[in-house]
């Protein structure tokens, strides 16, 4: 509820979206479906206000990190479970939330299987 | 009768309020100074006799109130982003400048990113203008829970940026059902038994019927809840609860059920057939003598293809078998996905039963009273149940 515009991280959830990294998923869509999730993505990313995020490798290639007793433990895979692990993201700016949900919702992955979740910046 | 100050502060509240959440964008802040405000008034009225617009002076005072805070304590003026912090004004302002911004408070409270139980306290407590400690008595949640409850969702407001603002028209039907949604289940917490609650949700019902006069579901839900409402009285009898047959007309509220079918006749008008006006339609139909059992089944027809609820088709099924076709009730009831649910089994065996099918009737009770928790309708069963004799 503030006068001047919000910043919201967006985090892309794949969940059981199916993406190109998962060949045999990817291939059960149609040409056009795929066509479409990359004509989707490439218009959020020219979309006003949207800074694009980095492109992730998927969470199967993450390496989780923990200090315990000050010695470094190390394990193969994401901090949550793969199905919940961060897929991507990207920083848009907006007058408030309703906008930035309606975004979301075009996000390819919250109608395919997975979720954005919207996090507001902290601003100082 | 002479207005009191205790009414007219649950008048003006929402207003007022709404009113200055808009001007200041802190609802902390505006909250503050309203309840400073609505003190001064309870302290001067009664001595100085009442202003002559006391929602103006309410209104002015408050603002002021605020705009000294934020005076005293530049850094929250920083906060609020206030960059250029108005000049207290010394007259009152014109009642016809206030604007009545409980719409926008209304749709800012029932935000779908808020979770439900915060948008129906946010809601009472803002609108409502009911305390926390009252909120919490009528959830039967200890104070402390409900008070982080408020803070959480009104630092969720801020900090996520929820917009204080009415919907444009293609968010406005999602958006306006997420709102009588909420004022229907403060009005169910109510209908149990809380009456300070139904009555709250009236007042709600009756303020949206206002500021959106066009809109057909709101007129429907105001209607659903005045004809419910309207036999609360008759509802119960020595704790135990009565069903609608046996209830005696006498204690039903006539006015009530009046001004229920006015706003239902509205929402007709509107082209209301959505859920809340069918229901409402249907709840008309109820106070009626006779009662047309077929137009109530083809009512029920119609919410559940709206709904595709399986708790409808067995309303369905019941408005069938009182209108006489039993059989028909029956494999209606059949063909639900309701095997967890102990009203599908009561009524099966209240169709068995009529239908002289004794043994499968007793199965059916039995299949009810192994699903029933409370305890006035458990005994009920087994009364219905005793009278079919032994196998």
Known sequence: ?124 | MPITLEQVFRDEWGRVLASLIGFLGDFDLAEEAAQEAFALAAERWPRDGPPESPRAWLATTARNRAIDRIRRDRTLAAKTRLLEVPEATEDEMDETTIPDERLELIFTCCHPALELDAQVALTLRTLGGLTTEEIARAFLVPQETMAKRLVRAKKKIAAAGIPFRVPPSHQLPDRLAAVLAVVYLVFNEGYGGRGDLAAEALRLGGALAELLPDEPEVHGLVALMLLNDARREARFADGELVLLRDQDRALWDGERIAAGRRSLDRALALGGRGPYALQAAIAALHVEDPLDWPRVAALYAELAALTGSDVVELNRAAALAEGGDVEAALALADGLDLDRYHYLHATRAELLRRLGRVDEARDAYDRALALVHAESERRFLERRRAELGAP
């Open chain 1, 1 to 124: 509820m503030k006068e001047d515009g919000m910043q919201y991280l967006m985090l892309i959830h794949q969940g059981d979206t199916p993406t190109p990294f998962d060949q045999e998923a990817w291939g059960r869509l149609s040409p056009e479906e795929q066509q479409q999730i990359y004509a989707d993505y490439q218009a959020l990313n020219q979309t006003p206000g949207v800074t694009p995020g980095l492109g992730m490798q998927p969470p199967e290639l993450a390496t989780t990190v923990r200090v315990q007793d000050g010695k470094t433990l190390t394990t193969d895979g994401p901090f949550v479970s793969v199905k919940e692990a961060l897929g991507g993201y990207f920083v848009f700016e907006a007058d408030d939330l309703d906008a930035a949900i309606e975004l979301a919702s075009r996000v390819p992955a919250a109608r395919l299987g997975g979720a954005v979740e919207v996090r507001p910046v902290v601003e100082y």
